[in-house]
């Protein structure tokens, strides 16, 4: 249903008049306080869209509610929005936006945990074809998925969609930003969620929001009308969490304020308060930009480092997946840019690789708190979570069919990794003494 405000025409007492503007005043706030940009509310499609009621687009998102999955698509003529499943069905919201496409969104309730689920949408006369998935149990012992960022349409792109769409153990797509690099121009997007629908109607693709998502003229319209995370477009947050097996997954916004007066820095302390790690023994943090990173394009973000990095180390953050800078980057466990022991600190990763030119141009030297990274290269990473080893896998693909680099969480334990790269996390006296000995072994005197 379409939100509507409506005012008593029949308010005229000074009394009424002041709760009146503190109700319209109030009314001004709340986006700013869910932390959107310009407020908007939805808007009816026109009934001058013309064109096939046949869905196209159609795309799944999680709630917060494992027993629920959206479903979202477009028309090119508006209409209603309603899902079959499973010979149950709902009604959903359709709306539009600054584009020449009716979307819509329905909510499939009532699901249980890792069963396959058939499902078809349309507007009550157009179906599209049926359509499987099998939902997530929050309780399995193994989970699996790949995580992306700066992807759009290019050549290397379409390898990863290809590659997404060819892994079936993979049970969700997450993405750190710079989506489908639309840029303003609308039919970017219908074109990147169709060329990616056979996954994204199969498996949700849940988002951190990039850069490229604040377009030109529309700001962040687009990515609010076409994902969806809380089954209320209108209220669409930049910042939410899942619980997955064995992991919580925070996906933050570097796009909107995240200082410490901030929404976001509020919610991320909340977040963070309610995470279980007798359930979830893994935190990721999905964030668009970087905290770290030693590509000489963008480079790492200070001020985010400024205001979150004690948060995340505070409270145990594993992993922070970024996108932004266009190459692969995976950091030692980190904290202030000296290199810490495995489980003191969050390990950083930046994965623009999804499919954008490469910005090849590094900080030289390799800083110490960088412990692999590469230039040239597009690809993923597939993550898995073992429930039965306490583990958490993680391994960069590159499209050519290699392996650029891969790495194991243990909970509780230290990174499988080099041994060097351990010794600075130790005490500055022992540190020393490890130097000193090196040396000696090498011959160098001081
Ligand atoms: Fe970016
Ligand atoms: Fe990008």
């Known amino acids: 249903m379409l939100t509507k405000t409506s005012i008593d025409k029949g308010i005229t007492s000074g009394k009424n008049v002041r709760l009146l503007s503190v109700l319209l005043i109030s009314l001004l706030l709340i986006p700013a306080v869910q932390g959107q940009g310009a407020s908007e509310a939805l808007q009816e499609c026109p009934s001058t869209l013309t064109g096939s009621t046949q869905p196209q687009q159609i795309h799944l998102q999680t709630t917060e509610n494992p027993s629920e999955m959206n479903v979202l698509w477009a028309t090119e003529r508006r209409g209603n929005a309603e899902v079959q499943w499973d010979g149950q069905s709902a009604i959903g919201e359709s709306y539009c936006y600054n584009h020449d496409m009716a979307f819509h969104l329905a909510t499939m309730t009532g699901l249980e945990p890792g069963e396959e689920v058939s499902y078809r949408v349309g507007d009550g006369n157009t179906w599209s074809s ?17 995580s992306i960022a700066d992807h759009g349409i290019s050549g290397e792109a379409d390898l990863v969609s290809d590659a997404i769409l060819a892994d079936s153990d993979a049970q969700m797509v997450t993405i750190s930003g710079d989506i489908s690099y639309a840029n303003g121009d609308q039919s970017i997007w219908d074109d990147y969620f169709n060329y990616n629908q056979n996954s994204m109607q199969t498996i949700p693709w849940m988002t951190s929001v990039g850069n490229h998502e604040n377009e030109p003229g529309i700001e962040f319209e687009a990515y609010q009308h076409r994902f969806d995370s809380e089954g209320e477009i209108e209220v669409e947050p930049f910042w939410y969490s899942r619980n997955l097996p064995g992991v919580h997954m925070i996906f933050m916004s570097s796009e909107h304020p995240y200082d410490s007066s901030s929404a976001q820095f509020s919610w991320l ?35 985010l480092r400024e205001s979150l990095e004690s948060l995340f180390i505070t409270n145990q953050v594993d992993i922070v997946i970024a996108g932004h800078d266009h190459f692969y980057e995976r950091t030692h466990p980190v904290k202030a840019e000296v290199v810490q022991v495995a489980g003191e600190a969050p390990v950083h990763l930046v994965i623009g690789i999804g ?3 490469a910005y090849e141009e590094l900080d030289e030297p390799q800083p110490e708190w960088s412990a692999y990274r590469e230039n040239n290269t597009y690809g993923w990473t597939r993550l898995v979570y073992d429930g039965e080893a ?33 010794i600075y996390g130790f005490e500055p006296f022992f540190t020393l003494l490890v130097i000193i000995a090196a040396a000696s072994r090498k011959g160098i005197s001081f």
């Open 130 to 146: 049926e359509i499987s998935f099998t939902t997530i149990d929050p309780e399995a012992n193994r989970f699996e998925w790949i």
């Open 269 to 303: 302390e909340n977040d963070f308060s309610t995470i279980d790690r007798d359930i979830t023994p893994f935190v990721i943090v999905y964030s668009h930009k970087p905290m770290y990173s030693s590509n000489s394009y963008h480079g790492s973000e200070f001020e």
């Open 355 to 357: 499919g954008r030119d």
């Open 390 to 422: 306490q583990t958490l896998d993680l391994t960069h693909h590159r499209t050519d069919g290699t392996i650029g680099d891969s790495f194991t969480l243990y909970v509780n334990q230290p990174i499988i990794e080099p041994e060097e790269s351990y």
